[in-house]
Structure formats: C-alpha cells, structure tokens
DNA sequence: ATTGACAACCAAAACGTTTTGGTATAAGAT
DNA sequence: ATCTTATACCAAAACGTTTTGGTTGTCAAT
C-alpha cells in the first residue's frame, strides 16, 4: 500500500507538504501542487482512512443498532428505513455501521463500547422504549445521536417521530364513519413507545363515537405476518367476532388478512382490515391495504441530516419532529356488514 | 475520554504494562493485573477503537454494498439476508459496515476507497453479475471477499450460490404435472447473474414436458411487487391467458396474484403462481404461495462466516458451495383450468 | 541597507494503541 | 562467587496521517 511519504520521497519534498497539496491548503506552489497529485494519482494513492482517524478525532460513521427480539427479521419497514439512512449518510459522506442485539445488557454493552471507543461519531436509535436504557447511557455520555421516536427523556434529546395518536384517530373515525361498532384490534408490545400513542389515539377515537374495546378484544401482536395471522384468526373464530380490526402495522394486517380470506370472508365487505405504516406491499396487495402513511423512507433521511448536523454543531432548525400522517383509505375496508 | 497513560500514571506503571495486563500477556504480575484491571474498569476506560486498528492493520469489518437501482428499496430478502450477515459478523466479532450504491462508477470508486483506504477487512458482494466489476476489482487488488452469486470469474474467488437451475426445474416439473400448457413468466434483469441460471432451468424444464414458451410470454420485470402487479395484468389481459404464470422472485408473485384477484379470478384455481425464494411473507399471503425456498438468512450466515475465514488466513473446507434449493408446494398453484 | 510581507516549504509532535527488544532483580544451580 | 533462569517490568518504535510552529528565500517598500 503506498503512503504519503513514498510519495514524498518520489517528488522530494516533505511528508507535511505532500500532506497539504493533498488537502488543498494553499501554501503549496501551483506547480509542486500539481506533480504531488499527478505522482498521487500514478502510484494509486489512497489516504489510509483509519490513520486518518486517529489523527481527526472522528470516524465520519454512524451506528444503527437494530434491535430485534428474534435473530431473524424480514420487515419491508427496515429496508425502507435503512435505505432512508443509508442513502442520506452516503450523501452527506458518512458510513453507516449496522449491527443488531437483542436490548438488554449486550446491547448496552455494545452502545458503550461503540461510543467510548470512538468508533462512531453518533447513534441513530429506532424503536424507542419509554424508558430506554440506550438513550439513557447516550445522554449521560453527552454522545451525539437521534431518536426515530420518543422516549421518557424526549424533552433532552432529538428526535423525529410519527404522530401516531393522529395516526390511530384517523383510523378510528374512518371506521366509525363506516359504521363498525364491533372493533377489535392487534397490538404491537407495550415496550415500545409507539404503541401508547398509537393505542390512546385509537381508545379516544373510538370513544369518541361511544364505542368501547372491551378487553377480550385487545390483543398483542409481535408485528410479524404471522402474529397477524394467528391473532386474527382467533379474533375472527370468536361467537361474535369483530366487523373491523386494526392492526398496529402492515405486516400484522396482511396476516388478518390472510386469515379472513382463509375463513372465506371478503376483506373490504365481509370484515375491514387496517394496516399501520404503509409500506410499498400494501399498495399491490389484495384487496390494496387501508392504512396510515408515514413516510418511512424519508424519516430515515431526516433523522441522518438531523444527526450529522449534531454531530457537526450545526444548529438545528427543529429538536423535535412529530409528522403528521395520513390515511389511505384503499380497498381493505368498507361498511359494516349487517350480516355479521 | 480515558487512555492508557492515564491509567499508568495512576497505578504507576508504564504504558506498556498496562496494555499488556490488559490484553492479558502472562508477563505481568497477578497482583499488578487485578490492580490494573480494576482501575481500568473505575475510570470507565475503554479502548481507542481507531488506534488499535491503526496498530493491528485490521479494522474488524465488513462491508456490504447494497446494489440498488432506485434509492428506495422495500424487499423482505434484503432485510433477511442482512439479518443473517449482522448476526454471524456480531458473533464473530466483526462490525458490519452497510452503504447503497447504485451500479456503476461510484460504487466502484466506493469499493476502492474503502478497500485500499484500509476501511474494511473485506466485502461480501451481493446480486453478482456475470461480468463484474467489483469482483474484477476485488480480485484484482487481492482483496478478501465472498461472492453470494456466481460470476464469469467464479473460478477464481469464493461463492455461495443457489442452483437456480435446479429451483426452476423444480418449478417446470411441478407445473408440467399440474398440466399446464400456456405458461408465462416475469423474469429478473439479465444484469444479475442469477437470471441467467434460472431462465436456462425454466427453459429446458418445459422443454422436457415438451412445451416452449414464446418469447411473448417472457416478460422482465424489476423484482418489485409493482413490476409484478404490472405484467402480470398485461400477460392476463391477452387473448390468449396463460394458465400459470412463473415469477422470479416472491414480491413480483404477491404483484401477480394482485393482479388476477383484481380480474375475479382465483389464484390456485383459475391461474397458477409460483414465486422464488420463499420469504416468510409468502406463507401467510393468501393464497399461500407456491415457491422455491431458498435459505436466505443461513446463506448470509455461511457467507459472513467465509468472509471471516478468508481474511484471519483459515483454510476453507469448500470454496464454491451451491445449494440446493426446494419446491414448497402452497395453494398458488393448482390443475390447469379447462376453461380457459 | 534595512524592514516587512509573502510564498514555499518542512521537522517534529500529536492522535492512542500494540509490539519489539530489551533491563533489573531475585532465586536456584553449580 | 558465578552462572542461569524466570519474573516483572519498561523505553522506544511503530502504525499513517494531520497540524503546529516554525524557517528560508525573495521581492518590494522604505
């Protein structure tokens, strides 16, 4: 691998004048400037990034820990998420460390050793928990990061998030408009921070039309098609089962989905069936999914940009984000029948 | 942040011994270790990621380039395959560094920045194509890296494949006994060097039932669920339907079915579709579909785990592994229909 | 002739770690 | 008393870059 001083040997200055040539300072003549780049360019030069490093205090890396209950994972979300992150890193010429841990102590464990090792410059923290452990430890450090959802801490930190209380009233008026009085619903675990906003908006929403949940129809979901899948088909095998149920993501709603036509009920007509998330599937699914749109690709973008203007002191225009969703009614839902 | 010299000033001893007690050398006294260790541990030291690095020439990573050709990506396999690469590396202590980059001269340049700029240990290269550059490149520079595909050098570098040759036989096979006769299919990009396997499998599969597929009747679609949704409904719209249509990846077979349902017909019955990969949401979709399994997440596992072997210099029991993939037979395909 | 300003260059320190090639001391063998 | 061996320790070099704080030489202004 050749460095700077064979270069430096080969055009007979110093290392310290190759050095600045290279990075554009100006106290290099225009001549001696052009044959260190020339003789650069000849011997395959290229900088030595950890060196570099070492040298600037900072790594120009961002870490992504995805924290993820069973090994294996197959969300469209987290793709969609990622490339946000990912492409908006790329732009803006960071990297992006991804790695995934269970939470508990290895995940910690992990937070502190990229932070204190100086092997990131900040974190991205997604799927926030109330209390979050990782946030606390970022906070406590003074470590560069943003949050992709609120948290206990909220007020000391950054963060963009969904507004997922709006989310689950739109929900609920559509489906009171449609006149479901039999609702039941799939949620996603308590741990997550999400899932409060996501459940009040949706108690309120309905209280609203004076419809209450009872418990039994409540149940909690793990966000995979096959929780889905399972809840929904116990929900549907009930005596009276519901008309309309709200699942807390896409994935889940595929998977009552599934369930329903298993059963040989017609989504839309039969029973409604409502996603949470609208990722790209659900727009070519069948029947197409009724959901709330959060624009999961550009909140990994802006949650990049938020970062690295962290991380680079830039003032932000706005600490805390909360976007407003939208709901795409499609064809997953429709009246109540009254055969029900 | 704490260092070494910190601590060695506070146990005085020298730098040397500290690290050594630390990194655990036998030439340090018990007494000397503990003491050590447990003030390495009060002052919350951690060690410099960077300068270790730069002293041991390795950096503990892996980088994995995602060839996307738009910047949005929404594909279940990916997030599988990522899952299965992160948690091997995470095990073998390895960090995974995750960027996008679209073919073509940057990703090029990107692959040359981080491998000579010492950035990673090496690269795991997804969706080979039959003449790539960045495994020209790779090779070229002598550069530690496994394939997941095969490529025109395949001879020269380390690969995990499928056959999919033999997965759309499989396909053939089931669909000739199912007695299909007008059969159609959505095919990948010919870029992709895994295309070409499968087209070649589905060609001479038929041939053996005696049946050829009219050019009319290839279409080449983009991987998505939309491409699939798109000529599915322009191979169903013809005059002439086929009975069963054949999509090269699960997400444009979600796409087709979309588009049959949408026309009233019933998928298993009125027209067959077969996907390719098998990812979980596949099971749960409704029809469950007929696909070919590939075992995405342990194939980023065997990978990953390659990868490392290559670079820490262990011998590899085998350098080309193929696998066999395996036809799961759901309710997406069933007997041609008479009628149409 | 001296001064000041400027252009072009560079030696050495710094970043924080690991490794190399030692030294000093004490105990045991001769 | 001398030699060997083992134990416990350490100074300095190394990794490859950037930065600090200069120096030298030239030219124009005084």
Redesign the pocket.
């Known amino acids: 691998?050749?460095?700077?001083?064979d270069i430096?040997k080969k055009v007979?200055?110093?290392?310290?004048?190759?050095?600045?040539?290279?990075?554009g300072?100006?106290?290099?003549?225009?001549?001696?400037?052009e044959l260190i780049i020339a003789t650069a360019e000849e011997m395959g030069?290229?900088?030595?990034f950890?060196?570099?490093l070492?040298?600037?205090?900072q790594t120009k890396t961002i870490a992504l820990v995805l924290p993820t209950f069973s090994p294996r994972f197959s969300d469209p979300y987290f793709s969609e998420l990622l490339a946000g992150i990912g492409n908006k890193a790329a732009e803006l010429g960071y990297d992006l460390l991804v790695s995934t841990r269970a939470p508990g102590d290895e995940e910690t464990a992990y937070y502190k050793k990229l932070a204190l090792g100086?092997r990131v410059d900040g974190f991205i923290v997604i799927r926030t928990r109330t209390n979050d452990e990782r946030i606390r430890l970022l906070l406590d450090k003074e470590f560069p990061f943003v949050a992709f959802g609120r948290s206990s801490f909220d007020t000391k930190h950054a963060y963009v998030d969904e507004d997922g209380y709006l989310g689950m009233r739109l929900i609920a008026d559509h489906l009171l408009k449609l006149k479901h009085q039999r609702i039941a619903c799939i949620t996603s675990s308590r741990n997550f921070a999400f899932t409060k906003y996501r459940l009040s908006g949706l108690v309120e929403g309905l209280a609203q039309g004076g419809i209450e949940m009872s418990t039994s129809r409540i149940l909690e979901g793990d966000l995979t098609q096959k929780s889905g899948y399972e809840l929904g088909s116990q929900l549907l095998d009930h005596e009276m089962p519901p008309s309309a149920i709200i699942a807390f993501n896409d994935l889940m709603a595929f998977g009552v989905m599934s369930a329903a036509q298993e059963r040989g009920l017609v989504v839309g007509k039969d029973v409604s069936v409502t996603g949470f998330d609208g990722i790209p599937l659900g727009e070519y699914s069948h029947p197409p999914l009724t959901t709330v749109y959060q624009p999961i690709y550009q909140i990994g973008a802006m949650t990049c940009g938020m970062l690295v203007k962290i991380i680079s002191k830039c003032p932000l225009e706005k600490e805390h984000i909360l976007l407003e969703p939208t709901l795409i009614v499609r064809q997953s839902t429709g009246e109540a029948s009254l055969n029900l």
Chains 1, 2 share one sequence.
């Open positions: 691998m050749v460095k700077i001083v430096a007979n200055r110093s290392i310290t004048t190759v050095s600045r040539a290279l990075n300072y100006d106290d290099v003549s225009p001549k001696t400037r030069y290229t900088p030595n950890i060196a570099q070492l040298q600037k205090k100086g």
